[in-house]
């Protein structure tokens, strides 16, 4: 009862980030934020398929991390597939608190591959159980920290870590590293779901904001 408590006041409170009704495919509308507290929560029914966006460079305030919320809804079938990069993505998944604070809880910066839902780093995290994560995608060479430093201790490039790192039991709070090349991604999920079912007063709003999103962009 918890759980759907704390999924409730977080649904409320990400409300204000760019919302759009999507099918199985979710396309990033706007730009999706970097932290669990400006995610973009994925509205929709059933199962998500995709998830796709884009990175962009900027002097003051680069787009180099998208954060998107997400269920969980079968943690033993759960694994997340790059379909396309420039570059070798890294893909960071987060339990999410009453709070919008996140913790690490699996990793991978080999993002030309699979993060799966078990760690094979020896800390034995991984996803239990069904329910609301945040799921971050960030170019090449950047990773979260928290104040205490990196929440994922990468041993060689191709594992996937648990939060094993200097900060890795303290909340995220920032990201770190030297960004590599910057553009379009998509990756395919399985073993998971929308974050929740948009009301039918918000799906008429949502479909105003992606309308005028796909105007933007063209």
Same mark, same amino acid.
């Given at each position: ?9 977080? %649904? =409320? ?5 760019p ?7 979710? +396309?990033? +509308? ?5 932290f669990v507290? &400006? %995610?973009? %929560? ?10 796709? !966006?884009?990175? #962009? ?8 991390e998208?954060?998107? /919320? ?6 033993? #079938?759960f ?9 070798? =993505?890294?893909?960071? =998944?987060?339990?999410v608190? =009453?709070?919008?604070? $996140?913790? $690490?809880?699996? #990793?991978?910066?080999?993002?030309? !591959?699979?993060?799966t839902g078990?760690?094979?780093?020896? &800390?034995?995290?991984?996803? @239990?159980?069904?329910? /609301?994560?945040? /799921?971050a ?7 979260p ?7 994922? @201790?990468?041993a060689?490039p191709?594992?996937?870590?648990g ?11 920032d990201?770190? $590293? ?5 553009g379009?991604y ?18 008429a709003l949502?479909?105003l904001s992606?309308l005028l %999103? ?5």
């Amino acid at each position: 009862m918890a759980r759907f408590v704390r999924a409730a006041a977080l %649904a =409320l409170s990400v409300f204000a980030a760019p919302l759009a009704l999507a099918g199985p495919d979710w +396309q990033e +509308q706007g730009d999706a934020g970097k932290f669990v507290g &400006s %995610a973009q %929560a994925t509205l929709g029914v059933g199962a998500i398929d995709s998830i796709s !966006g884009e990175f #962009a460079a900027g002097i003051l305030d680069p787009d180099l991390e998208d954060m998107y /919320l997400i269920s969980i809804t079968n943690p033993s #079938a759960f694994n997340i597939t790059v379909t396309s990069a420039n570059g070798t =993505l890294g893909l960071f =998944l987060f339990n999410v608190t =009453l709070g919008n604070e $996140g913790f $690490g809880l699996v #990793a991978t910066v080999a993002g030309t !591959g699979t993060l799966t839902g078990s760690s094979n780093d020896g &800390s034995l995290a991984g996803v @239990n159980t069904p329910g /609301l994560y945040a /799921l971050a995608v960030a170019v090449p060479g950047r990773y979260p920290v928290s104040t205490l430093g990196p929440i994922f @201790n990468f041993a060689n490039p191709n594992e996937i870590s648990g939060p094993d790192g200097s900060g890795g039991f303290l909340p995220h709070t920032d990201w770190a $590293g030297t960004p590599g090349p910057i553009g379009d991604y998509g990756v395919e999920l399985t073993g998971s779901g929308f974050f929740a079912v948009p009301t039918p007063g918000a799906a008429a709003l949502l479909g105003l904001s992606g309308l005028l %999103a796909s105007r933007r962009r063209r």
